[in-house]
């Protein structure tokens, strides 16, 4: 019987409800946006590593109280209702941050912001702003448990048409950084490790992805 080939397509990523990887690891955060009209202020401050779900779980929030995704550097303030912005400590217009904090407190307001660190490292020359930051409740994700690491890799090898033999996934999360980045990395490498004949993506080939990139290291050394 001819082997049954895999096509090579890729799946949107996509921010619903149900493909949220829910664990542990987020449960502190996820009961924290849940209960968005009780924040103090109307605000809060979401915060996270990279690839740990902050983009995906800020938007079902976003969607659940109907807010408008803003930028940091945008000192639009028209917009009264519920606003999401994004990526905060990668630079922001202070005046505009200043405003939002104090409008999120308004009725029918409302604001959260997403960050890889904490307010109180973030860069501010106004005084009245910085003693916003200080006062903003903040909501961490740590680094995925192994539930939540189990379901994005399942994700991921489901987004790239890969069915990985039921040993496989156990096998690389004992052998992984924990972050979703250095889950698609590995993969994007069993992907292409599989090769245009398709090579079931079993154990085997996990270990030898993995013996591969401890040698590489090792040249460095």
Known sequence: MPRQLRLKLRRPATYERDDFAAGPSNAAARAALSAWREWHGGAMVLVGPEGVGKT?????????????????????????????????DRGFDEEFLFHRINMAARPGGGLLLTARTAPALWPVELPDLRSRLNALPVAEIEPPDDAV?????????????????DDVIPYIINRIERSAPAAWEMVQRLDAASGESHRPVSRVLARQVLEDETENLDLFE
Do not use: K, M, Y
Request: charged share 20%; with cysteine; aromatic share 4%.
């Open 56 to 88: 995906h779980l800020a938007r079902l929030w976003a969607e659940a109280a109907g807010a408008v995704e803003l930028s940091p550097q945008d000192p639009d303030l028209s917009h009264t209702g519920p606003a999401l912005i994004e990526d905060v």
């Open 149 to 165: 690491l189990e379901a994005v890799l399942r994700r991921l090898f489901a987004r790239c048409n890969i069915t990985p033999h």
